[in-house]
C-alpha cells in the first residue's frame, strides 16, 4: 500500500453505537465531576478548572478501562505536563519555540515515566497562553486531577459492569 493510498482509510466499518443506559450513565459521571471541580472552584474562589479536565472526563468515564485512564496517568500526566511548560514557560523563553519545545519534552517525558494522559497533552499550551505561576502546578492541576480521579473511583465502581482503577501504581 503506497503512503497515499493509506489516507482512504481501511473501509473498517463503524462502531456499533453504545446502549442508552451506558450513555446515560456516562453523561451524569460526566456531569458529576464537573460539577465537583465547578463548583469547589465557584465556592473556594480557587482556580480548579483546567482547560483539558473536560478532555480527562472523557476518558475517565468513556474509556475507564484503558491505561490514560489509569489514576497515575491522570494525575502525573497532569503533572509532569504542567511541571515542563512551567519549566519552559520560566526558565527557556516564553516564545512559541519555546511552547512547541515544552510541549513535544512533555509527552516524552510522560512517555518516559509512564504516565501519558492525552488531555494532559494541551497543558504545556495552556501554561503558555494564560502565563501561568508556580502556583498552576497544585491549583488547578494537581488538585483538579486527583478531585477528577477521586469522583471517576466512587462513581465508576457503582456500576457492577466497572471496576475503576485497574492499578494504581
Do not use: C
Given at each position: 500500500m503506497s503512503y497515499f493510498q493509506k489516507f482512504k482509510g481501511l473501509s473498517t466499518p463503524l462502531p456499533p453505537s453504545p446502549p442508552l443506559s451506558?450513555?446515560?450513565?456516562i453523561w451524569f459521571g460526566a456531569f458529576l465531576a464537573a460539577t465537583v471541580v465547578g463548583s469547589l472552584a465557584y465556592y473556594t474562589k480557587q482556580p480548579l478548572v483546567l482547560g483539558s479536565f473536560g478532555a480527562s472526563i472523557f476518558v475517565l468515564f468513556i474509556l475507564p478501562d484503558t491505561p490514560?485512564?489509569?489514576?497515575?496517568?491522570?494525575i502525573g500526566g497532569h503533572f509532569v505536563s504542567t511541571l515542563t511548560g512551567l519549566?519552559?514557560?520560566?526558565?527557556?523563553?516564553?516564545?512559541?519555540?519555546?511552547?512547541?519545545?515544552?510541549?513535544?519534552?512533555?509527552?516524552?517525558v510522560m512517555q518516559l515515566l509512564?504516565?501519558?494522559?492525552?488531555?494532559?497533552?494541551?497543558?504545556?499550551?495552556?501554561?503558555?497562553?494564560?502565563?501561568?505561576?508556580?502556583?498552576?502546578l497544585l491549583t488547578?492541576?494537581?488538585?483538579?486531577?486527583?478531585?477528577?480521579?477521586?469522583?471517576?473511583?466512587?462513581?465508576?465502581?457503582?456500576?457492577?459492569?466497572?471496576s475503576y482503577p485497574k492499578y494504581w501504581l
Open positions: 451506558q450513555v446515560g450513565f490514560f485512564a489509569q489514576p497515575r496517568n491522570v519549566v519552559f514557560l520560566h526558565f527557556v523563553s516564553p516564545d512559541w519555540w519555546s511552547m512547541a519545545l515544552s510541549l513535544a519534552t512533555a509527552l516524552s509512564r504516565v501519558p494522559h492525552p488531555p494532559a497533552g494541551s497543558n504545556p499550551f495552556i501554561v503558555f497562553l494564560v502565563g501561568a505561576n508556580w502556583e498552576f488547578p492541576t494537581l488538585i483538579g486531577a486527583i478531585l477528577l480521579v477521586l469522583v471517576a473511583l466512587f462513581y465508576n465502581n457503582i456500576s457492577k459492569d466497572r
